[in-house]
């Protein structure tokens, strides 16, 4: 498994759902799943988190995708960067995200922890 396309195909995985259906991200995470959203750090309710932002529509277009693998029990880093545009704004934001993947034993992988932060300049 070539960790650069696995880090591919799940950055357009996410940000496609994220942009069309927010609440379809569930299945990318798990119970034991943590995220850090602008410094908040939180467990329970990422979905909930994520589907509650005051913008309903948002595209996402992505600078660099940067992975590297995490050890023995498959996992992954993956660093995005790029910009979120919201509908009615100019002015696109610039953010950074970044991914803990795990793999499954099907064969897929999940979200273990997730770090995001708009960068302000």
Do not use: W
Not at 28 to 49: D, N, P, W
Not at 52 to 60: A, E, I, T, V
Not at 63 to 71: H, I, K, L
């Amino acid at each position: 498994m070539d960790p650069d396309a696995v880090a591919k195909a799940f950055v357009e995985h996410y940000y496609s759902t994220f942009d069309a259906n927010r609440s379809g991200l569930a299945n990318l995470y798990r119970e034991s799943s943590m995220m850090t959203f602008e410094g908040q750090k939180g467990s329970q309710g990422i979905v909930a988190k994520l589907t509650s932002l005051p913008f309903q529509q948002c595209k996402h277009s992505i600078t660099t995708v940067d992975c590297q693998p995490t050890g023995p029990a498959g996992g992954m880093l993956v660093f995005v960067s790029g910009n979120l545009q919201l509908v009615g704004e100019q002015r696109a934001l610039k953010f950074s995200q970044t991914f803990h993947l795990m793999s499954t034993l099907q064969g897929d992988v999940y979200v273990l922890n997730d770090i995001y932060r708009l960068n302000h300049a």
